[in-house]
């Protein structure tokens, strides 16, 4: 592929990393961080303001008709700023699901909202020890009457305090999978809150005999298999890009400081152990940057991109967590001062390594398809 961006794909992540940047400094972070809905909404209104929220949205609904790479490039910014905004499950898991297999009517009640800044979406699609691409989700949706009744629990949830609606994969029969848009204010649906290592909130959902209507089916029930498909893919993509930010903003933050810092005299940028460390995480965080770029242009051009994905989320898990370990070596004590800004990009770091499954996993999935030649699916 041709790794240049054209000149709309480089506006869009300028502005973005502009209003992020001029939003977001350290103190306002830190204010954030003390409030309990940890969610920057002015920063949220602006990115609508730019039409950033409905960048990769359908022009028929007013969005600007572009795709995932787009979504990924802000998602970029979003990583470079640590910002809290919910912009991976609102826009990539939700609202982009929706425009693909949601009907007229719920393409018309959700994604106008969304690019407004006026609606947060979330799924839930993240299960410790399941595969849901598999449909091995612990979560059952029976028929019940025109409707269904849904059972069961869902954990990892991101913005469901923000959120109107959650994408829910479930068990529709022993060999189909569905996804259903669930209000989390339903009666039925218990909410526990979750802290994470980034200190953004996640979500245990516990359903109980929660009634919705046909009209809360996304898709055909007996085919959620292809959209929980279609949006693992891009979700996990999603959170190679937002690594990308992550790490390259932490290598900046250190190329600053060790610039600066001097021992023996001499600034210690200029020791040869320093320089070499630096280099090592330079190259991961430029092979993490391309390896989610390909991935994106794969799937944006309808190419088979599993493999290409799952070269991603290696180079995300595995690299971006030897770069904020290398910035964390190279700032010595000061790096774990948490009024100094390292700290959150080391957090951001290994939290989106735990999100992809972690380096070893993939890399053996990685491994077999080598040794096999079998397709592998990604999953996020």
């Given at each position: 592929m041709d790794f240049s961006l054209s000149d709309e794909q480089q506006a869009i992540g300028e502005l973005a990393g502009q209003i992020l940047t001029e939003k977001l400094p350290a103190e306002r972070l830190r204010a954030i961080e003390a409030t309990t809905e940890r969610m920057a909404d002015d920063v949220w209104i602006e990115l609508a303001k730019a039409n950033l929220l409905g960048i990769a949205l359908p022009e028929d609904v007013g969005g600007s008709g572009f795709g995932i790479l787009e979504a990924c490039l802000v998602l970029e910014q979003i990583?470079?700023?640590?910002?809290?905004?919910?912009?991976?499950?609102?826009?990539?898991?939700?609202?982009?699901?929706?425009?693909?297999?949601?009907?007229?009517?719920?393409?018309?009640?959700?994604?106008?909202?969304?690019?407004?800044?006026?609606?947060?979406?979330?799924?839930?699609?993240?299960?410790?020890?399941?595969?849901?691409?598999?449909?091995?989700?612990?979560?059952?949706?029976?028929?019940?009457?025109?409707?269904?009744?849904?059972?069961g629990q869902r954990q990892f949830v991101p913005a469901v305090h923000l959120a109107r609606r959650v994408l829910v994969p479930a068990r529709t029969g022993d060999d189909t999978?569905?996804?259903?848009?669930?209000?989390?204010?339903?009666?039925?649906?218990?909410?526990?809150?979750?802290?994470?290592?980034?200190?953004?909130?996640?979500?245990?959902?516990?359903?109980?005999?929660?009634?919705?209507?046909g009209e809360d089916v996304l898709g055909d029930p007996s085919s959620g298999a292809e959209t929980l498909t279609w949006m693992l893919r891009r979700g996990t993509v999603a959170l190679c890009a937002t690594q990308a930010g992550v790490c390259s903003a932490a290598l900046r933050l250190t190329a600053g400081y060790v610039s600066q810092r001097e021992q023996f005299g001499s600034k210690i940028a200029t020791f040869q152990a320093v320089a070499?460390?630096?280099?090592?995480?330079?190259?991961?965080?430029?092979?993490?940057?391309?390896?989610?770029?390909?991935?994106a242009w794969r799937l944006a051009e309808g190419l088979d991109a599993d493999e290409a994905i799952a070269v991603a989320k290696f180079w995300a898990a595995d690299g971006g967590q030897r770069v904020v370990h290398a910035a964390q070596h190279l700032h010595g004590g000061i790096g774990?001062?948490?009024?100094?800004?390292?700290?959150?990009?080391?957090?951001?770091?290994?939290?989106?390594?735990?999100?992809?499954?972690?380096?070893?996993?993939?890399?053996?999935?990685?491994?077999?398809?080598?040794?096999?030649?079998?397709p592998i699916t990604s999953r996020a």
């Amino acid at each position: 592929m041709d790794f240049s961006l054209s000149d709309e794909q480089q506006a869009i992540g300028e502005l973005a990393g502009q209003i992020l940047t001029e939003k977001l400094p350290a103190e306002r972070l830190r204010a954030i961080e003390a409030t309990t809905e940890r969610m920057a909404d002015d920063v949220w209104i602006e990115l609508a303001k730019a039409n950033l929220l409905g960048i990769a949205l359908p022009e028929d609904v007013g969005g600007s008709g572009f795709g995932i790479l787009e979504a990924c490039l802000v998602l970029e910014q979003i990583g470079r700023t640590v910002a809290p905004v919910p912009y991976l499950p609102t826009v990539v898991l939700g609202a982009m699901a929706i425009a693909e297999f949601g009907t007229e009517a719920q393409r018309r009640r959700d994604l106008p909202g969304v690019i407004d800044g006026e609606v947060v979406l979330t799924a839930a699609i993240a299960e410790e020890g399941v595969d849901p691409a598999l449909g091995a989700t612990p979560t059952t949706a029976t028929r019940d009457g025109d409707g269904w009744l849904l059972d069961g629990q869902r954990q990892f949830v991101p913005a469901v305090h923000l959120a109107r609606r959650v994408l829910v994969p479930a068990r529709t029969g022993d060999d189909t999978l569905g996804v259903f848009l669930v209000d989390p204010a339903t009666p039925g649906v218990e909410v526990t809150r979750l802290e994470t290592t980034t200190l953004e909130p996640q979500f245990l959902l516990t359903f109980s005999g929660v009634r919705l209507g046909g009209e809360d089916v996304l898709g055909d029930p007996s085919s959620g298999a292809e959209t929980l498909t279609w949006m693992l893919r891009r979700g996990t993509v999603a959170l190679c890009a937002t690594q990308a930010g992550v790490c390259s903003a932490a290598l900046r933050l250190t190329a600053g400081y060790v610039s600066q810092r001097e021992q023996f005299g001499s600034k210690i940028a200029t020791f040869q152990a320093v320089a070499q460390r630096a280099a090592d995480a330079y190259i991961d965080s430029e092979a993490v940057s391309l390896t989610w770029r390909q991935a994106a242009w794969r799937l944006a051009e309808g190419l088979d991109a599993d493999e290409a994905i799952a070269v991603a989320k290696f180079w995300a898990a595995d690299g971006g967590q030897r770069v904020v370990h290398a910035a964390q070596h190279l700032h010595g004590g000061i790096g774990v001062d948490v009024d100094y800004p390292l700290h959150r990009y080391f957090r951001w770091a290994k939290q989106l390594e735990l999100s992809l499954g972690g380096s070893t996993q993939q890399l053996r999935r990685l491994g077999r398809l080598l040794a096999s030649d079998e397709p592998i699916t990604s999953r996020a």
